[in-house]
């Protein structure tokens, strides 16, 4: 069996920043074990798998990191809309996240994605294993991902974050610690070893949570983002209604086929 294969840098404008993805369009869905094996072969922050769709949608849409299938995972969907489009926007149905949108925006892409709410709280556990025992926590509420944000005075205090990827894993959650930016609005940096990713490079769907955690204390709808990685990547932000538009552009870097 020949899949077709196309790594993409998402939120990049050149190869090697960003965030890679694997999109790998399919006729019809292979089995769970299957997809979770490719996934683990292929060895990136995520794999994208598609099928044709009906109705509302134009393709179903799912994502496995190395080790696990995540509910909703914003870079991935950005890069299965490189691959994919043509002309039109194009509607990915989810199954934890529902309704994505990729569209056209000049020369980058943007990616609809629904709100992750966040209220203060206390979890000294996720603080410890981050090293900063003193920051204030959010964690998500009602949301298609488990995410905390962990805000911190300043992006010197966000380079020097230095997580117990072990404690941390123990958590089970998308670590997101945050502070104001030096050239951008915002940044951040996002930690997820529980799903086999210790520093993710760029991420959307935590990106989903950002937007309108900082637009509420920045008093806009609108903000830039810079995530702090190894790679790093830039993310135009705002909000529209109870979802997050975000702006990014992608670059293919490998084309080839994946034999099963």
Known sequence: MIIPFTQVDAFATRPHAGNPAAVMPLKGWLPDAVLQAIAAENNLSETAFTVPATGDADYELRWFTPTVE?????????????????????????????????????????????????????????????????????????????????????????????????????????????????????????FVPAWGVAEDPVTGAAHAALTPFWCERLGRERITAFQASARGGRLGCRIAGDRVILTGACVTVILGEYLL
């Open 70 to 190: 995540v509910n909703m995972c914003g870079h991935a969907t950005l890069a299965s809309g490189h691959v994919l489009m043509r002309d039109a926007p194009l509607r990915f149905r989810t199954r934890n996240a529902g309704i994505l949108i990729v569209a056209m925006d000049a020369d980058a892409l943007t990616l609809d994605l629904p709100i992750i709410p966040v209220a203060v709280s206390e979890n000294p556990q996720i603080l410890a294993a981050l090293g900063t025992p003193d920051a204030q926590l959010f964690l998500s509420t009602g949301a298609a991902e488990d995410v905390a944000i962990i805000l911190l005075r300043d992006e010197t205090a966000l380079h020097a974050c230095a997580p117990d990827m072990t404690a941390l894993a123990r958590t089970g959650i998308m670590a997101i610690v945050t502070a104001p930016g030096t050239d951008t609005d915002i940044a951040s940096r996002v």
